[in-house]
């Protein structure tokens, strides 16, 4: 009853930089005793040495009803995980690009099925990888040109650059993508780089959200940076979130780990990014620092339809179209291959009997390479965020755990 009774405590004394309103357990339809399954399985994973710390948060109808805490932001100095704590939350910055493409899209800037050569034209001429060498490809011209649609569902034929050891990932390595200088030094050394396949053709994860970042900075006439804090994290209350972490926030960093022989060692960060101000590019790929309190109100504000506290950002059509299945395009019936669908930056829970965790048909969100996980679902109003800092990605399997738990635990 002591530990039962402390849970449940924990659950619903919330720090005030959560920003999200707070409301008990019960209120929020959890079962306190369930959910300590929940408490129990992530401190596991931290006690067992799989991961150095974990911020976890769960939202019910736009209220916080739990938000924890496990472990080391800082392994070395012993400073523990905080709920202000400032995390690379990587590839979960691809939705809030998304987001903000969708912004300039329904204010008539663009069609999503324009071309976007349209308004980066440097990217005219671009070609399809067939084979060869690195330093011998063999190319083919485009079918059709790469769509913003394309970009924004992983379908233009664009890839990481660290996607693998074959001879066009060496290629596009060789590029030196990241270190700009800018969105147009980005953009011009990735014109001079063969796609993997056709547009429209199939689904490659690649740096199409960087290129969307590189759109919005044309179309708007801002930086990407300004941009998303004028039109996202400004209305939305996100006050820890940007490109850059300020010298006074940056004791509230974590650091990333990865296990060698056993042991906790801080690792470099992939596709530079960096913390400091001017390193890099402004990524729209993976790029953003957040916590989990100000992701929490981007995720709210999409699984409101939109808007947040009066503050429209989406129509509400809008985010429909955005978390539907927009697989069913590509050819040869490769949607019905795919576990979840994907939408404008989203993947998407499209048939129940797929899965082997619990989720809801429309349940959507996305990842983060150091671990970083956001799943909101409109029909139990559910949002749902873990933030460690870990390579590889999802190492020990903790998200498939974390998520079964907080679903089993919903009355």
Known sequence: MKMFLSVFACATVVSAHAQLPNCSLRTAGFD??????????????????????????????????????????????RLPMERDTICRVYSMSKIITCAATLVLFEEGKFNLD?????????????????????????????????????????????????SGDDELANLWRSADLWNG?????FITKLSKLPLKHQPGEAYTYGVNQDVLGALIERVSGKTFGAFLEERLFGPLGMKDTGFDVPDA?????????????????????????????????????????????????????????????????????TVELMTANHMVTLPNNQAATRQKGF????????????????????????????TTYCQIDPKERIVAIALAQHFPYNQPNFFAQFQTAYYQALK
């Not at 959910?35 to 040495?49: E, I, P, Q, S, Y």
């Not at 060498?133 to 569902?153: G, W």
């Not at 200088?181 to 030094?185: A, N, V, Y």
């Not at 939408?343 to 150091?370: C, K, N």
Request: glycine share 14%; proline share 5%; hydrophobic share 35%.
């Open 343 to 370: 939408g404008l930056g989203v993947e998407v829970t499209t048939d129940l009997g797929r899965m082997s965790i619990p989720s809801s048909v429309g349940q959507f969100g996305w990842y983060g390479a150091a």
């Open 32 to 77: 306190p005793g369930r959910l300590a399954v929940m408490h129990a399985t992530t401190k596991r994973f931290v006690d067992n040495g799989q991961l150095a710390g974990v911020i976890t948060l769960l939202v019910r109808g736009g209220k916080i009803a739990d938000f924890q805490t496990y472990g080391y932001r800082d392994v070395e100095k």
């Open 181 to 185: 200088p800018g969105l147009t030094g």
């Open 114 to 162: 324009d071309p976007v050569t349209k308004y980066l034209p440097e990217l005219t001429g671009m070609q399809v990888w067939t084979g060869g060498t690195q330093q011998s490809p063999t190319l083919e011209p485009l079918k059709r040109p790469i769509t913003i649609k394309q970009l924004l569902t992983h379908t233009s034929g664009l890839i990481y650059d660290f």
């Open 249 to 317: 926030k940056m004791n509230r960093l974590a650091k990333t780990y990865k296990l060698v022989d056993g042991k906790f060692v801080e690792d470099k960060p992939i596709i530079e990014t960096w913390p400091e101000a001017g390193r890099g590019i402004e990524s729209g790929g993976a790029g953003i620092f957040s916590t989990a309190g100000d992701f929490a109100r981007f995720a709210q504000m999409l699984c409101n339809g939109g808007s947040l506290n009066g503050r429209r950002i989406l129509g509400r059509k």
